[in-house]
């Protein structure tokens, strides 16, 4: 299994290189614990925080992060999560669940570019790890 989280990293960071890029790869179990973690060098330090957020919170609320965004805005059924997550959980776009071979359901981060690159990386980590 490791091996194929190896491998969705491998594919987000020669998507982010092929773009110019550098980010953070993060991948969390579904209950939110880090099992994998990458930072291209380069990569904005914050990012570090942004991508465990996005993995995390695509694994265990089982959706893509960006589909949050406007549930999170002043008004949003989900306002203030981030805040009442402990800063866990987050409405940015860049983070999705995905499932192994094995069956098991893990969230992936990337952060490092802007929202639309992000996910633009992570939609093409994954679709290739489906692919294969």
Known sequence: MFEELKTIAAHAEAEAAERGLAVVVSIVDVHGNPALLHRMTGA????????????????????????????????????????????????????????????????LGISGGTTEEDIEIMRSAIAKHNAA
């Open 44 to 107: 904005p330090m914050h990012s570090l925080e942004m991508a465990f957020r996005k993995a995390y919170t695509a694994a265990t609320f089982a959706v893509a992060t960006e589909e949050l965004t406007k549930k999170v805005e002043p008004g949003g059924p989900l306002f203030g999560l981030a805040v009442n997550s402990g800063s866990k959980l987050i409405g940015f776009g860049g983070g999705a669940p995905f499932v192994v071979s094995s069956g098991e359901r893990f969230g």
